[in-house]
């Protein structure tokens, strides 16, 4: 079992849950939700990243985002389990990464919580130049 976090994913958690705290130091002011995104997809576990609108390639069938209560025991019982559809990344094994479709309507790029570093195909896809 794998006990640490890759370092890019790191990189990608971090702006993602930066300024989740209310703005206003209000008593009413309630925390925005500070879930990671996270898939599960054909055993696997993986964690997204800023990247939509990657291209994509055939259906791989259904994928999971597990529930998340990111501030219990404040009288909500949280956001349930989210079916979503993966889809494979052209040139990029769907062991390593695939994508999965948000609500918008673009697919958002996911990689697998086993991996160390992006291939080349997959960097090619998250770099920014």
Do not use: I, N, Q
């Not at 890759?6 to 989740?20: D, E, F, I, S």
């Amino acid at each position: 079992m794998k006990t640490s976090m890759p370092w890019w994913a790191v990189a990608v958690l971090v702006p993602l849950t930066a300024g989740c705290a209310p703005s206003s130091p209000d008593a009413d002011a309630r925390p925005a939700p500070s879930c990671a995104y996270v898939v599960e997809y054909d055993g696997r576990t993986y964690l997204g990243r800023e990247e939509t609108g990657v291209p994509v390639g055939r259906s791989l069938g259904s994928a999971t985002r597990p529930a998340c209560d990111d501030t219990p025991g404040d009288g909500d019982d949280g956001e349930g389990p989210v079916l979503t559809t993966a889809f494979a990344v052209p040139g990029v094994d769907p062991a390593v990464a695939v994508a999965v479709a948000e609500d918008t309507g673009a697919h958002r790029l996911v990689v697998a919580e086993s991996v160390d570093r992006l291939p080349p195909e997959l960097r090619k896809l998250t770099d920014r130049s």
